[in-house]
């Protein structure tokens, strides 16, 4: 079973810029896609980016242009670089891996990190 582990979230302010980390233990044929979901409190886990390990990416409309999703496959590492950060992208952030047929539902991913915290100040 993949093991994922996330880093980087922290307490910023408006318009600062913020990287992310998931660390993937091993890559596996089932979690060929890889994704960052985020929660806020009292909304529902929300796609944010993904990308496969050959590099095709796709974004949600909320953060297009402003976030950038990129892999490290020598390290299994995924990076989410956002920037121009808002007070409502406030929420914990979730690495999550699945099969390169994965879209932006949650219940396609089969594999999810415990998640790190963004704060944005306004």
């Known amino acids: 079973q993949v093991q994922l582990a996330e880093s980087g979230g922290g307490l910023v302010q408006t318009g600062d810029s913020l990287r992310l980390s998931c660390a993937a233990s091993?890559?596996?044929?089932?979690?060929?896609?890889m994704a960052w979901f985020r929660q806020a409190p009292g909304k529902e886990r929300e796609f944010v980016a993904s990308?496969?390990?050959?590099?095709?990416?796709n974004y949600a409309d909320s953060v297009q242009g402003r976030f950038s999703i990129s892999r490290d496959s020598a390290k299994n590492t995924v990076y989410l670089q956002m920037t121009n950060l808002k007070p409502e992208d406030t929420a914990l952030y979730y690495c999550a891996g699945g099969p390169l047929s994965s879209t932006m539902r949650r219940d396609e991913y089969v594999a999810w990190g415990q998640g790190t915290q963004v704060t944005v100040a306004s």
């Open positions: 091993r890559r596996t044929f089932s979690v060929l896609r």
């Open positions: 990308t496969s390990w050959s590099g095709s990416t």
